[in-house]
């Protein structure tokens, strides 16, 4: 019915309790297909996906968004639907992100985030989060399409051409291309758990400063580095982490 994409890179302390939550849904486990695509981690990483995944491997293509269309190119299922290795799902959000695709002309589908530590702190950064999830969603001006909280119908993506590769936006650019090919919806129910300790660690007005800075030069930028992490190799991959650990 749906295939799931996980992108990974050095995750082992986290990785196990996505892919449990992803693994205990409402659906039944055998109702959908669990993908994981490592990006070269040099941790436990893969050998825990192996535990859980139906299906790893090393990517092939640069940076997350590679790593996703990598995955996206072998999901057996219609729908395919991307989370990040550092997240957690909610116990219904394969249902929910199946039940979105209800209307045949949905090529697109995404939810809100939750914090998963419920810190004061993390909770605003949730609420600013999901206001521009909302406020885009609402208005059609734009939509906040976040990686780890995307589904797609296979065959509309693979035609628009899957993720660009790009330092940043890329999750947010391919909204673009594939409101041209039917309807983008939002799903309010389709709850991802979104860990926010990069901010805290790189600081939350400079990382979303480095982001919209990037994507208003197109989504390359060699001024910034992100997150100052590598991911799978070449080329140097700042938000090597926001897809994964």
Known sequence: ????????????????????????????????????????STDKTLKIAEDYADLTFIQESERVAGARNDGFLRASHDLVATTDADSIVASNWVEEAINSFSNSEVVLSFGPVTPIDKTNVDRRYALLFNGLIKLGAHSGLYYYTLGCNTAFRKNALLRAGMYRIMDAGDDLEIAVRMRKMGAVKFAPNMKVGFDFRRYHEFGFWKTLYEWYYIVLQG???????????????????????????
């Open 219 to 245: 989504g390359i930028s060699d001024k910034y580095s992100y997150t100052r992490r590598n991911y799978h190799q070449e080329p140097e991959w700042t938000d090597t982490e926001i897809s994964g650990k």
């Open 1 to 40: 019915m749906i295939s799931i994409i996980v992108p990974a890179y050095n995750e082992e302390k986290r990785i196990g309790r996505s892919l449990a939550a992803l693994s205990n849904q409402t659906v039944p486990r055998d109702q959908y297909e669990l993908i994981v695509v490592d990006g070269g």
